[in-house]
């Protein structure tokens, strides 16, 4: 059983789906009253990791649990060329 589903286009993107879904998400208590109880705790892969995010779980009061995006330069291999130009100092 599903806590929450949506569907969106096979082209839409999955990370602008995240906060529409976790607010659509209600968790039975089996106790009388209201029957939703908020997440605590959001695990996700890194693919969704941005700013915009982290900024809105907590003010849900959802702790985001998934590692930081980290964006890996490319070192240079070669050496500087050193650019001479003669009769020129």
Do not use: C, H
């Not at 529409?20 to 695990?43: C, F, Y």
């Not at 003010?59 to 060329?81: D, F, L, S």
């Amino acid at each position: 059983m599903p806590l929450s589903n949506s569907t969106t286009p096979a082209n839409g993107s999955e990370r602008d789906q995240v906060i529409p879904l976790i607010d659509s998400v209600k968790v039975k208590t089996n106790k009388r009253g209201r029957p939703r109880k908020p997440l605590k705790v959001l695990a996700a892969d890194k693919a969704y990791d941005s700013k915009d995010k982290r900024a809105a779980l907590p003010r849900r009061g959802i702790r985001p649990q998934w590692p930081k995006r980290v964006w890996k330069t490319k070192k240079k291999k070669a050496r500087a060329i050193k650019i001479s130009v003669p009769g020129f100092q």
